[in-house]
């Protein structure tokens, strides 16, 4: 029993703001679980909070650089309570913590304690530290698993999250993409053994969860054996999966071109809990740029594996990330990536301008390409996404879909949830309950959504905008940032 003046002083409260990816997201929630089985509860306003936690993304320079000016702010609110004699404490935690360690204490002052995404198990621990005086910097590759040392989520707090929900099975990277901190901010590639990944999603569909994001910087390079020690890929995982009583849909990210195994594309055409939606970057459509990239394959590799995923299930919805303006891009090197765009014709892309990262080996490369240079080629491919991103949504009008309904809508008589592509859908709210999987005709399309008929005109305020909490067209699947 923790027997610092804090805990005499009764419940203590922890406000989380997760920067980045659905990784983080994950992470957040864990975090976020294991505190409050430490007398921790969770708020949403800042200025309540007696510790502060900001679960960092460094995959560009902007999501990193935020940190700071957020910490600038959170200065302000900690020298406010100090004057009241309350205390306030501010960790920083993920990719930005284990890039930076003890850069951030000298940087900020107002940090207590910094923790790496493979240690934050120990966050209990740390906290006590710093009860004590001390400042923390744990960003050390913990030998035990974190996973193993982290308390199950309470079924409570998995019912408060919704019938969707996140589970990392996979972390870290061995691919070395030369752009790509990845691999030195999370570490090698590691899979969570499958009994602990069934075990945690048997609690999930207990606790009511319908469908399962199965997360992974390299998802698809899962790899471990099954109940009778048979070796088994992400393909098997799913299979097993498929068969949790109450989960209905299983999706995956982020992909590799080149983990995405025969299996795995059978799989896409023969479960039916698989959705039919995949994000599988590339990143360049021309092939001197992805050999600078380390990618390790060709523009017409990605294009035959996706005729082979398209041939396992035809009316598969494609995602993917492309970066613009790599060093050494010239503009035939560019219009190969509209060319590649416009022979996929995606449902949704997310598109980044190249941003140097220290230590990548990208950074030092000759023939980096001017900014104005990258925001162009950046609006052009933005434009022809969109147009493929809006056409895919045309083509639901007047059919059926089948829709899990996640949440009551912005407007009385709505309710929102999401096809089997990803998309968001507005439905009337005698279509079903929340947790439920309805099938409604789709009647027009929004921004980032589809409307089912019976829920607008009649329902809605005239005018008025379904709000959904879609992705942006920019926006990454696996490290979407904030
Ligand atoms: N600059 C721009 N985009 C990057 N990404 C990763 N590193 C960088 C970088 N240095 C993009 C890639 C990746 C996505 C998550 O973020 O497209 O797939
Ligand atoms: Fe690994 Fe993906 Fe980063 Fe490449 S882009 S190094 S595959 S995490």
């Not at 308390?151 to 919704?162: D, E, F, H, T, Y």
């Not at 995602?319 to 949704?348: C, H, K, M, N, Q």
């Amino acid at each position: 029993m923790d027997t610092t003046d804090e805990s005499a002083r009764g419940e203590r409260k922890v406000f989380i703001k997760t920067y980045g990816c659905q990784m983080n997201v994950y992470d957040s929630q864990r975090m976020g679980d294991a505190l409050e089985r430490d007398g921790y509860r969770q708020t949403e306003v800042i200025e309540d909070a007696d510790l502060v936690l900001l679960n960092t993304c460094h995959i560009r320079e902007k999501a990193a650089e935020k940190i700071y000016s957020e910490l600038g702010r959170i200065r302000v609110l900690k020298s406010e309570r100090a004057a009241v004699g309350r205390e306030l404490r501010v960790g920083v935690t993920g990719c930005v913590a284990q890039a930076e360690g003890a850069e951030i204490i000298e940087r900020a002052p107002v940090v207590d304690l910094v923790i790496g995404p493979q240690t934050y198990h120990r966050l209990p621990d740390a906290l006590k530290r710093v009860a004590r005086g001390e400042r923390v910097v744990e960003t050390d590759y913990a030998v035990e698993d974190k996973f193993d040392h982290l308390p199950a989520s309470a079924r409570s707090a998995i019912a408060r999250r919704g019938v969707t929900a996140f589970l990392t099975v996979q972390e870290g990277c061995d691919k070395f993409c030369t752009f790509c901190v990845v691999p030195y901010t999370r570490g090698s590639e590691v899979s969570r053994p499958y009994s602990a990944v069934m075990d945690e999603a048997r609690r999930l569909a207990e606790a009511g969860v319908r469908e399962v994001t199965l997360l992974g910087q390299n998802v698809n390079a899962w790899a471990g054996t099954d109940a009778s020690g048979r070796p088994i890929g992400l393909a098997g995982l799913l299979r097993e999966l498929a068969a949790v009583p109450g989960l209905a849909r299983l999706r995956y990210t982020t992909s590799h071109p080149r983990d995405m195994d025969d299996d795995l594309i059978a799989a896409h055409g023969d479960l039916r809990a698989l959705m039919p939606y995949l994000h599988l970057p590339v990143q360049s459509g021309s092939d001197p740029i992805l050999k600078a990239m380390n990618r390790r394959h060709k523009a017409a590799d990605y294009l035959a594996l996706l005729d082979r995923i398209r041939a396992a299930r035809p009316d598969i919805a494609l995602s993917g990330d492309f970066i613009v303006g790599f060093p050494g891009e010239t503009d035939a090197d560019f219009e190969a990536t509209l060319d590649l765009v416009r022979t996929v014709r995606y449902a949704a892309a997310y598109t980044f301008k190249y941003s140097p990262r220290p230590g990548t080996p990208g950074a030092t490369m000759d023939g980096h390409v001017p900014e104005d240079v990258k925001t162009e080629r950046l609006e052009r491919l933005q434009a022809l996404i969109r147009e493929q991103q809006v056409a895919f949504q045309e083509s639901f009008v007047g059919r059926d879909t089948e829709v899990l309904i996640e949440k009551p809508g912005r407007h009385p008589g709505q309710m929102i949830g999401r096809s089997p592509f990803l998309l968001p859908v507005v439905v009337p709210s005698s279509a079903g309950e929340v947790g439920d999987i309805v099938t409604v005709r789709i009647s027009e399309t929004r921004p980032n959504s589809l409307m089912a008929a019976g829920a607008e005109p009649a329902v809605m305020a005239a005018g008025a905008e379904p709000v959904v909490s879609a992705p942006a067209a920019s926006e990454p699947q696996l490290r979407k940032i904030a």
